[in-house]
């Protein structure tokens, strides 16, 4: 079975601050992939990454960073230079990649980020 | 951007009485799914469907849950009769498939209350 921690239930930080939020996945497939979401107050779920179990290459999109080890079975999330507006309630999952199901998205617990003026 | 519909965004109902959530996936995606938060937890699947079957179910999706796609565009969840901790945000989902390099596309959420 697949399973996704965030230990991290809450974070608060101050504006202009570096914040790594933190993912560990467990699974038994060798290709599977990793998403997180990031859910404002509106309640919407946001798509922020998708990354397959083969690519293990960090990746940068603006002040949003992620790295990947599979060494440690962790998908981490930093912000750079926080922002208020990054406050949010942020989800990581895991989808195994099968030829025949649905391939469920299993969610971790979320982590509620705070970012204060 | 396509987007992934979801009607009502907010639907009260009383205890026992039967909810059709409904959804409107992304015209070229073949696989669609239902997902539930409930309060301040996190996200849990509830079912997946393909093909105009149910592909996977969660332990959650019991009898009183049922899917379908009446018209080749809706995609619907009912709940027979609910219940109190029926009480939670519904999402629906779609995807083009597992194999692609494209992720699931989520609807913003039905808020079921159940009073």
């Known amino acids: 079975a697949q399973k996704v921690t965030q230990a991290q239930t809450e974070i608060s930080v101050v504006e202009k601050e570096d914040v790594t939020l933190d993912c560990v996945y467990e699974t038994r497939d060798t290709t599977y992939y990793l998403f997180w979401y990031k859910q404002p107050p509106s309640g919407e779920l946001v798509f922020l990454i998708r990354?397959?179990?083969?690519?293990?290459q960090n990746e940068i999109s603006g002040r949003y960073s992620w790295n990947f080890q599979k060494s440690t079975s962790s998908f981490n999330f930093t912000i750079t230079a926080s922002q208020v507006v990054d406050s949010a309630v942020y989800f990581c999952a895991l989808s195994e990649a099968t030829e025949t199901s649905g391939s469920r998205l299993t969610f971790g617990e979320g982590t509620q980020l705070t970012v204060n003026p | 951007e396509p987007e992934v519909t979801q009607t009502p965004s907010h639907q009260v109902t009383q205890m026992g009485q039967e909810v059709i959530l409904r959804c409107v996936p992304i015209s070229n995606h073949l696989y669609f799914y239902w997902y539930r938060q409930i309060l301040g937890q996190k996200v849990e699947f509830l079912v997946s469907f393909y093909n105009n079957e149910i592909s996977e179910k969660s332990e959650i999706f019991d009898d009183q849950f049922s899917v379908e796609r009446p018209d080749g565009s809706n995609f619907t969840l009912k709940i027979r009769s609910t219940k109190l901790e029926d009480s939670a945000m519904y999402f629906c989902?779609?995807?083009?498939?597992?194999?692609?390099?494209?992720?699931?596309?989520f609807g913003s959420g039905t808020r079921l209350t159940v009073v």
């Open positions: 989902a779609s995807r083009v498939s597992p194999q692609t390099n494209y992720g699931y596309t």
């Open positions: 990354r397959n179990s083969f690519d293990e």
